[in-house]
């Protein structure tokens, strides 16, 4: 399954299959990039982060895949699982010294 | 202690009431942040301390008052209050302002009645 964030805030995958969410950033001097997941209830949690002199960044069952011409970020995981089950957002970093995040991603993992 | 604790988890308060929300952090972080989310929104930032004082205030109004009495402790006070101002407050903390990743709390769930 895939979102292309604003236009799709919401993600339904079949148990085991691969999640696709997607994110466009605003700001070309961003320059590093965080994925955080928010379960209900809690606060974000880190998953993966990504500098803006690398492309793509793997880590355990997610990837993250920065596409700095169009200003595109992307979060795999594979084989999701109903614990992934959450709320997923970007976050941007850049000269303002704070973080600034996308509008995020429902995903809802189906047994 | 990787965590970030803030207490209380639910708060409930009138418009005429005075509260505070506290935020604790044993990780030897030095930039401590306060974030408004509302629901099904992205956490938006509201006041920033390094070091103990306060370095970033988002044009947050005045019913919101932050306070950082160490290195260690966060709080929000909170007075006269409205509804509009009912959301979960984060708090988070980083390394000296790092960019590499903030921890964040659970959330204090305000309803203002």
């Known amino acids: 399954g895939e979102s292309v964030g604003l236009h799709l805030p919401t993600l339904s995958v079949q148990e085991g299959d691969n999640s696709i969410i997607n994110c466009a950033y605003s700001n070309s001097a961003s320059d590093y990039f965080i994925w955080y997941k928010q379960e209900s209830g809690k606060g974000p949690q880190f998953i993966i982060d990504i500098r803006s002199n690398m492309d793509k960044r793997q880590g355990q069952r997610v990837t993250v895949l920065l596409n700095k011409t169009v200003k595109h970020l992307s979060l795999q995981i594979a084989a999701t699982q109903p614990g992934d089950s959450a709320v997923y957002f970007c976050?941007?970093?850049?000269?303002?010294?704070?973080?600034?995040f996308g509008t995020g991603t429902s995903l809802t993992v189906i047994p | 202690d990787t965590e970030v604790t803030q207490t209380p988890k639910h708060l409930v308060m009138g418009m005429t009431n005075k509260k505070s929300l506290k935020c604790e952090q044993h990780?030897?972080?030095?930039?401590m942040y306060w974030y408004k989310q509302k629901a099904k929104k992205p956490p938006e930032l509201m006041f920033v301390y390094s070091y103990e004082k306060l370095s970033i205030n988002e044009s947050v109004p005045s019913r919101f008052s932050p306070e950082c009495p160490n290195s260690s402790l966060l709080n929000l006070h909170l007075h006269a209050l409205q509804p509009e101002d009912s959301a979960l407050y984060l708090c988070a903390s980083s390394q000296g302002g790092s960019r590499y990743g903030y921890t964040f709390g659970s959330g204090t769930r305000l309803t203002v009645v």
């Open positions: 990780m030897g972080h030095r930039a």
């Open positions: 976050a941007e970093w850049n000269t303002g010294n704070q973080y600034y």
